[in-house]
């Protein structure tokens, strides 16, 4: 009866909450996750109409790199991060022993050899006052003529071997300016007044010279600071030399400051992740413009990224077209459309396209003429449906 009773009711209702407990699981596990709130609110874009652009600030004289000239090991580090230095201060010094017994020996071998100009100077003296005696006798019968020869070729003899203990002593002097120098750049310097933002190296480290992924030290002119701003090239046309900017700092929006146009690098190129590494690229293509702002009014360090906004208030946007056939003015016209509006030119490297109307199968032939920025003279190329030609 138990057994009965078992199969009947307790069996069907394990199951039964088996199956709703699966199903429970699988619709937890197939919901989408809860989306997780931002570390910070996103910066209110400061104008009606506007195009904006990631930046990372950077010093006015750009972050340079200083390298060795030379490798060896450091043996001294006078400064610190964060210390101000001015032109010719010294950043490290490598280990130059050996360089100075170079020296030492160098110097005593120049001493030789000015010992040698001046023995060479008293022989010519010598030499020059027996052969002036033997012209100043009255009587030529004195002296043979093959002694006063004699004397004569001891003279001029002597006149070379002084040229020759000059240009040793010449030589060995500028062996050792030579080896002075050598000792000049094992000491490294400021090449410009600055403030040490990363000192990479200790005291005892190996320094390689060349050209590193990671520089030794890293100065920069942080008095002034700059923001180096990436315009994506799909709206680095609307974009114009000397817009009004304002730059937002990423994780407090409450942060801004204006910008003041400082330049536009007239190249797009690759976009550099930032990630530190130079070499990493990915496949966005971008117009960099260059501003500055006052440090006082924005706290920001150098390498920090930033949000910037550029006022496009109260201009059109580009009106989109096709471009006509090949016909040398309208052609013309058309080509100055895709330099820009309003007097704008077309970054170098950009890429555009050019959409053509076929008819009856084919594509006619146009003349685009592509013109760089600042430069003077139209160079055309011949697209065809099939590509380019030219």
């Not at 990671?214 to 974009?239: C, F, K, Q």
Request: charged share 25%.
């Amino acid at each position: 009866m138990r057994r009965n009773i078992i199969l009947a009711y307790v069996l069907p209702a394990l199951a039964l909450a088996g199956l709703v407990a699966g199903v429970v699981y699988a619709s937890r596990a197939s919901a989408p996750p809860a989306p997780v709130p931002p570390v910070a609110d996103p910066a209110a874009p400061p104008y009606e109409r506007y195009i904006s652009g990631s930046g990372i600030v950077e010093a006015a004289s750009r972050d340079v790199g200083v390298a060795t000239p030379t490798s060896g090991v450091i043996v001294e580090i006078p400064v610190t991060v964060g210390d101000a230095v001015k032109k010719g201060d010294v950043l490290f010094r490598l280990d130059d022993r050996e360089r100075k017994a170079a020296l030492a020996q160098q110097k005593a071998a120049l001493a030789v050899a000015r010992a040698g100009v001046a023995e060479a100077r008293v022989a010519l003296e010598k030499a020059r006052a027996d052969a002036a005696r033997v012209r100043s006798l009255r009587d030529g019968r004195a002296v043979s003529a093959e002694e006063a020869a004699q004397r004569g070729y001891a003279e001029d003899a002597a006149r070379t071997a002084l040229a020759s203990a000059s240009a040793d002593a010449a030589q060995a002097e500028a062996a050792a300016r030579a080896i002075e120098v050598d000792l000049d750049r094992l000491c490294v310097r400021a090449p410009m007044d600055a403030t040490v933002l990363q000192m990479n190296v200790s005291e005892g480290e190996y320094a390689t010279a060349g050209v590193l992924s990671t520089p030794l030290v890293m100065l920069g002119d942080v008095s002034r600071l700059h923001v180096r701003v990436d315009i994506d090239e799909n709206i680095a046309w609307r974009y114009r030399a000397g817009m009004p900017a304002t730059v937002f700092l990423r994780g407090n929006r409450d942060f801004s400051a204006p910008l003041r146009f400082v330049r536009v690098e007239p190249y797009v190129l690759p976009k550099t992740s930032l990630t530190g590494d130079t070499t990493e690229r990915v496949d966005i293509r971008v117009l960099q413009v260059l501003y500055a702002f006052d440090a006082k009014d924005m706290p920001a360090y150098v390498g920090q990224q930033v949000d910037v906004y550029f006022d496009d208030t109260g201009h059109g946007t580009a009106a989109g077209g096709t471009v006509p056939r090949a016909n040398g003015e309208q052609a013309e016209k058309a080509g100055r459309g895709l330099a820009g509006q309003s007097g704008q030119t077309v970054p170098a490297s950009q890429t555009v396209s050019v959409p053509l109307q076929a008819k009856d199968g084919q594509f006619p032939e146009v003349v685009v003429p592509l013109r760089d920025a600042g430069a003077r003279a139209i160079r055309t190329k011949t697209a065809t449906g099939r590509g380019v030609r030219g």
